[in-house]
């Protein structure tokens, strides 16, 4: 939300006006198009964790937007053009707000992987210069040894090609990987990829309602504790008493 929010609320909002200014309308409420939940000001209250916004690519986003604009009688070429314009503008806003929050106790958390010898890397729809830049914000990308976004790809989530690049540029077995996320793409993204667990990261009640595919869901970093010269071994036993 604190990262994501304004720009997601300005792109819809220039794709509204346009189609204003065009005499037309989104075939559902704009909003609706990338799973935004606005309050009766127009405010952006939350999201749908199953929808676009939560796990769609910047390009997937810009097809929905698009179509919007091309049912409205605009030729498919000059939409997407369009789409990219307003997207240039939000990104410029995000660039200026530089909104970026750490999940409760995730510096912590680093900071004590690292300490442990542990292994970490970032797999993100997002694209690899994006993700750095959002990780130079929070202070964070020291602390991981393989950045793999969509860019680098030739299928993102929930394929497991993300996760298998980044295991082979940390030089870890997947049976000796975990997966934090806090969408199911994430979650589905390990099994895939036949991780050895999926921890979904969310503080809402009804997270097991999307986390479907999560081994454990956590509400934050705090309650997880790294353990130095873990194996797999020790990991399955920890697993089978859970």
């Known amino acids: 939300m604190a990262l994501w929010s304004d720009w997601a609320l300005t792109l819809t909002r220039l794709v509204d006006g346009q189609l204003t200014v065009m005499g037309a309308a989104a075939t559902v409420p704009v909003g609706s198009l990338l799973g935004l939940m606005l309050d009766t000001d ?18 997937e986003v810009t097809a929905i937007l698009a179509w919007q604009l091309y049912a409205a009688g605009v030729p498919w070429n000059e939409a997407l053009l369009q789409i990219r314009s307003f997207n240039t503008v939000a ?6 707000k530089q ?15 690292e300490a442990a010898g542990i292994r970490l890397g970032v797999v993100t729809s997002d694209t690899t210069k994006e993700a750095v830049k959002h990780m130079d914000w929070l202070g964070i990308r020291k602390y991981f040894g393989s950045i793999v976004g969509r860019d680098r790809v030739v299928n993102g989530k929930p394929d497991p090609e993300m996760a298998e690049v980044a295991m082979g540029e940390l030089g870890i077995r997947a049976e000796d990987c975990l997966m934090i996320g806090d969408s199911n793409a994430d ?40 353990i130095a010269n873990a194996d797999s071994t020790t990991l399955k036993e920890d697993k089978q008493r859970e």
């Open 42 to 59: 127009g405010q952006m209250k939350g999201y749908d964790k199953t929808g676009p916004l939560a796990m769609g690519t910047e390009e």
């Open 91 to 96: 990104m410029q806003k995000l660039e200026e």
């Open 99 to 113: 909104n970026a929050v750490p999940i409760q106790g995730l510096h912590s958390f680093l900071s004590r992987c």
């Open 187 to 226: 979650m589905m993204m390990g099994k895939l990829a036949g991780l050895y667990g999926t921890i979904g990261i969310a503080s809402e009640p009804d997270a097991t309602d999307y986390l479907v595919d999560a081994d454990w869901i956590i509400p934050d970093y705090t309650v997880l504790e790294p």
